[in-house]
């Protein structure tokens, strides 16, 4: 089993950054990759983005494309999404998950995160 917590939620006015973090602990090694998810009062979950551990695939939702990055500090085990340029509609509460299977699908990510709350006021 892999242990993760998000960090670095909060309140933020349109325009503004946030960095969240995702710490991974246990059995990180069963592990390919991490991936970022959110969901909205109201809405389906959905995918941000994903990278994996060894930086070599990185993949992101149109709607956060040039405005959010992940990046990783694997010594340790810590995920990060760098969000620029937020916008109200990305308020939501945010996951971090951890899988093996390259995929946008929150099916297949078998350990989640608690989750942060984001809100992004105008």
């Known amino acids: 089993q892999v242990q993760l917590v998000e960090s670095g939620g909060g309140s933020m006015q349109a325009g503004g950054s946030l960095r969240l973090a995702c710490t991974a602990s246990?059995?990180?090694?069963?592990?390919?990759?991490m991936a970022w998810f959110r969901q909205a009062p109201g809405k389906e979950r959905e995918f941000v983005a994903h990278?994996?551990?060894?930086?070599?695939?990185?993949n992101y939702a149109d709607f956060v494309k040039g405005r959010f990055t992940v990046s990783a500090d694997n010594a340790k085990n810590t995920i990060y999404l760098q969000m620029s340029s937020l916008k109200p509609e990305d308020t939501a509460v945010y996951y971090c998950?951890?899988?093996?299977?390259?995929?946008?699908?929150?099916?297949?990510?078998?350990?989640w995160g608690q989750g942060t709350q984001v809100t992004v006021s105008s």
């Open positions: 998950a951890a899988g093996s299977t390259l995929s946008i699908t929150g099916d297949s990510y078998s350990n």
């Open positions: 246990g059995r990180t090694w069963r592990t390919t990759l």
């Open positions: 990278m994996t551990w060894s930086g070599d695939n990185t």
